[in-house]
């Protein structure tokens, strides 16, 4: 259990740190809640993006789609990552 929350804490924090405007530690946990198996690669192309090498996939680019100018996902508009 500790080394699961470990990995999770290190992913988040290696998320926030890697992470432009687009990839906020809020849109990581909502989108964690809806998918246990959610990680940076889920919407990025490499597994521990850099900062400026973020590039995104398929399903980020629809979850990027779908960021309103609040910032906030529409998340009815992404289609579940397959």
């Not at 990025?44 to 906030?72: I, S």
């Amino acid at each position: 259990m500790k080394k699961t929350t470990t990995a999770i804490v290190a992913t988040l924090a290696a998320l926030a740190l890697a992470g432009s405007a687009f990839a906020t530690m809020e849109i990581q946990k909502e989108y964690k809640a809806k998918d246990a198996k959610a990680n940076c690669a889920s919407c990025h192309t490499e597994k521990m993006p850099k900062k400026d090498k973020a590039d995104l996939n398929d399903f980020g680019k629809k979850v990027k789609e779908a960021k309103g100018a609040d910032g906030k996902i529409d998340w009815a508009k992404v289609p579940a990552a397959k």
